[in-house]
C-alpha cells in the first residue's frame, strides 16, 4: 500500500537540520527550530504507527513508498511495517527527550555552532536506517547516522575525547569497508539488493541461479558489522570510551537508539530475508536447513559473552559513566539472547515469542538506560566527577531525581510492574518454552539469563548505595542554576514516567512488539507489500 507519510519521519529531521544550521546566529531561534522539529518528528512517528498497527484487532498493513515512482526492487523503495514503526516509536520518544536535556545542558557555542544540526542529522540516519526497503541504502543510511556521531564523540576535543574518537572512528571506517564488501558481494552473488527481491531469489535459488554458500559467507560478514554496531562482544570496545567522553544527551540516544539500528538490522536481515534460504548441508550439525539456523550459535555465543563480561564489568567499574556503558553491553546481551533462540527453532509461534522478547526488552531498554545516564550527566555537572567514591547522597539532594533513576534501575532489573519487568519475562518465558524441544539450548539460555539478572541486581544496587545513598556530597562546581536544573529533572522524571506507564499500560506495547514480530518473521507480507509476487504464487 503506497502512501507518502513515510516519507515525513525523513524530511522532517532534514529540514530541521538545515533550519537549525541557518538560525545558528539566534539560539534562542535555533532551539526553538529544533524543539519543534523534534515535536513534529514524534508526531510524524504517531501518525505512521496508527496506520500501520492500529487499530488493534485488524491486520498491520505494510505501507511502500517508492522513490521517484520506480517500481521495486528496480528503484529505492521505502517500507514501513510493524516491525519499522515499533523501533522508530522507541527512536521518537527518546530523542525528544535527550533533545530538551540538551537545550539546558550543553554549552550555547555547542549549540550554536554544530550541535542542532548535527543532532537532527543523526536522527535521519536512525530513520532511515529503519525505513529503507534495499540493503545498499541501509549501509548510505548507517553512514549518515555515524558521521554525525564521530562530530559528537569528539564534541569536547580534549585528549580523552580524541583518543575515543580516533578508536571509534577507525572501527566504524573499518566495518563501513566490511559492510560495503559484503553488499557487494550479494549483489554479485544474487543480483538484487532490495530486501524484499532478495528474499524471494534465496527462496527458490535454483530459478535465478543462485549459489547459496557464498551468500551464507556475505550474510556472516554483514553480521559482524551489526554485531559493532550493536556493541556485541567481542565487538564492544568502543563502547565505554565513546559513551564516556560524549555529551550526556548524545551517550542517551547512542544507547537508547543507536544500538538497536544494529538490533534491528539483524531481525530484518536474518529473520526477514536470509531466512528464506535453505542450506540442506548443516541439517545434521544445527538441527534445520535455514540459512537462520547457522546463525543461532553465533547470536547465543555473543549474546551470553555480552551478559556476562558487561555484568561482571558493571559490577567492578568506579565510574557511573562506564558502569552505565558497561551495563548497555549486558543488556543488548539480553536483547540478542532470545533471538538466538528464535533462530534455532522451527516452530513459529516461539520464533514469533522470540523476536517479541526482544523488541519489547529493547524498548524497557532504550527508556531506563536513556534515564539513567541522563541522570548521570546532572550528577556529573552538579558534583564534578563521576567517581562512585566520591559521590553519595544524592537522595537527600533531589530526591526527585533519585527517584528517578530508582526506576530506571528496577526496570533494568525487572520489576512489576515497569515495562523492564515485561521485558525479562518475555526472555525468561523463551528460555523455558526451548527447553521441551531443545533441553541442553534451553538450559544453557536459562542458565546465563539468571546470571545476567543477578549480575543487573549486583550493579544497580551498588550504583544505589554509592552515588544515591550515604553521606550528601558537596558540590564542587556550584550546581547546576535553578530552572535547567529543573528542565533536566523534569526530563527524567518524564521518562520515568513512560516507564511505569508503559507497564501498566502493556497490552499497547504487546499488540505492537507481537505485530512487530510478525512482520519480521512473515517475509511472503513483506515481500507482497513491497509490490512484489512470491515465488510459486
Known amino acids: 500500500m503506497t502512501d507518502t507519510i513515510i516519507v515525513a519521519p525523513l524530511l522532517i529531521p532534514l ?54 515512482n520506480w517500481p521495486a526492487p528496480f528503484g529505492i523503495s521505502l517500507v514501513a511495517d510493524a516491525l519499522s514503526v515499533f523501533m522508530l516509536v522507541i527512536a521518537a520518544v527518546v530523542t525528544l527527550a535527550a533533545l530538551v536535556f540538551a537545550v539546558v545542558s550543553i554549552q550555547p557555542y555547542g549549540q550554536r555552532l554544530s550541535f542542532h544540526s548535527l543532532y537532527h542529522f543523526l536522527v535521519l540516519g536512525v530513520t532511515g536506517s529503519f525505513l529503507t526497503g534495499d540493503v545498499f541504502n541501509l549501509f548510505v543510511w548507517f553512514e549518515v547516522m555515524l558521521m554525525a556521531s564521530y562530530v559528537f564523540v569528539l564534541f569536547y576535543s580534549g585528549p ?112 526477514t530475508v536470509f531466512s528464506t534460504a535453505s542450506l540442506p548441508v548443516f541439517e545434521s550439525v544445527l538441527h534445520g536447513t535455514s540459512m537462520l539456523s547457522f546463525f543461532a550459535p553465533v547470536l547465543f555465543v555473543t549474546g551470553a559473552a555480552s551478559i556476562i563480561y558487561g555484568g561482571l564489568a558493571a559490577v567492578g567499574s568506579d565510574d557511573l559513566d562506564r558502569l552505565l556503558a558497561y551495563s548497555s553491553i549486558g543488556q543488548v546481551g539480553f536483547i540478542v539472547m532470545p ?112 546470571v545476567g539478572a543477578v549480575l543487573t541486581i549486583a550493579y544497580t544496587t551498588r550504583l544505589w548505595n554509592a552515588v544515591f545513598w550515604g553521606t550528601q556530597t558537596r558540590s564542587t562546581t556550584g550546581v547546576i542554576s535553578r530552572r535547567p536544573l529543573t528542565i533536566q529533572l523534569t526530563v527524567v522524571v518524564s521518562l520515568a514516567a513512560l516507564v511505569v506507564a508503559f507497564g501498566l499500560g502493556f497490552q499497547l506495547v504487546s499488540v505492537a512488539a507481537h505485530a512487530a514480530a510478525q512482520a519480521a518473521t512473515d517475509t511472503g507480507a513483506y515481500i507482497n507489500g513491497v509490490g512484489l509476487t512470491e515465488v510459486g504464487r
Open 15 to 68: 529540514f530541521t537540520a538545515i533550519a537549525t544550521l541557518l538560525a545558528r546566529r539566534r539560539l534562542r531561534l535555533q532551539q526553538g527550530v529544533s524543539l519543534l522539529g523534534s515535536v513534529a518528528y514524534l508526531v510524524a512517528i504517531a501518525v505512521l504507527f496508527a496506520r500501520v498497527v492500529l487499530p488493534v484487532g485488524l491486520t498491520p498493513r505494510v505501507l511502500v513508498y517508492q522513490v521517484s
Open 339 to 450: 533471538l538466538a533462540v528464535a533462530a534455532a527453532v522451527s516452530d513459529p509461534e516461539l520464533r514469533v515469542l522470540g523476536v517479541v522478547a526482544a523488541l519489547v526488552y529493547s524498548g524497557a531498554h532504550a527508556l531506563a538506560k536513556s534515564l539513567l545516564f541522563l541522570t548521570s550527566g546532572v550528577v556529573s555537572a552538579s558534583f564534578g566527577t563521576s567517581s562512585l567514591d566520591q559521590l553519595g547522597g544524592v537522595a537527600s539532594w533531589r530526591p526527585s531525581l533519585a527517584g528517578g533513576a530508582f526506576v530506571g534501575m528496577l526496570a533494568l532489573v525487572g520489576i512489576p510492574p515497569l515495562l523492564g519487568f515485561f521485558g525479562k519475562l518475555f526472555v525468561f518465558n523463551v528460555a523455558v518454552r526451548v527447553l521441551t524441544t531443545n533441553p541442553v539450548g534451553g538450559q544453557l539460555v536459562l542458565a546465563v539469563t539468571i
Open 160 to 271: 580523552e575525547h580524541t583518543r575515543a574518537a580516533l578508536s571509534y572512528i577507525v572501527l566504524n571506517l573499518v566495518g563501513s569497508a566490511v559492510m560495503l564488501l559484503g553488499i557487494g558481494g550479494l549483489y554479485a552473488t544474487t543480483g538484487t539488493l532490495n530486501m524484499a527481491d532478495l528474499a524471494r531469489r534465496l527462496s527458490d535459488p535454483a530459478t535465478y541461479g543462485i549459489d547459496v554458500a557464498p551468500v551464507l559467507g556475505l550474510a556472516a560478514l554483514l553480521f559482524v558489522v551489526f554485531a559493532l554496531k550493536a556493541g556485541l562482544v567481542p565487538l564492544h570496545f568502543w563502547v565505554p570510551d565513546a559513551y564516556a567522553v560524549a555529551p550526556t544527551p548524545i551517550t542517551a540516544v547512542l544507547a537508547g537508539v543507536v544500538k538497536k539500528v544494529g538490533i534491528y538490522a539483524i531481525i530484518r536481515l536474518y529473520f
